[in-house]
């Protein structure tokens, strides 16, 4: 399998970003994993990203989340190579920290090579 996991990645980002309304610093990826995996017809692989959403306003942030929850899993995400078969989001924590309000997102997509 060709090395695409960055840009998978790069991509989920972007597509979440558009999602959730926000651009630059406020999505911060935390953690990306790829595991390959394969079938008797697809090769492809799955991966996981944990991704902090950080704002000033808690109604902001609950905003951003719900339509991540709501878009995110609809997108188009284009990847050149690959297509995105499935993409799932999973809020993991909601809270207040020093720099303001954040959500953490567990998001899984599943790709297969094109």
């Known amino acids: 399998m060709r090395n695409v996991h960055g840009r998978v ?13 926000v651009d630059g610093p406020a999505l911060i990826l935390d953690d990306a994993v790829a595991t390959p995996w394969a079938s008797v017809t ?6 996981v990203l944990a991704v902090t959403l950080h704002g000033a306003d808690e109604g902001a942030v609950k905003a951003a989340v719900e339509r991540l929850l709501a878009q995110l899993p609809e997108m188009e995400i284009p990847l050149v190579g690959e297509i995105v078969a499935d993409v799932m989001v999973a809020l993991e924590a909601l809270g207040e920290g020093q720099a303001g309000c954040f959500a953490v997102l567990k998001v899984e997509v599943l790709t297969v090579e094109d």
């Open 42 to 47: 697809f090769a492809g692989a799955r991966h």
């Open 9 to 21: 990645a790069g991509a989920v980002m972007r597509a979440m970003a558009q999602a959730a309304g």
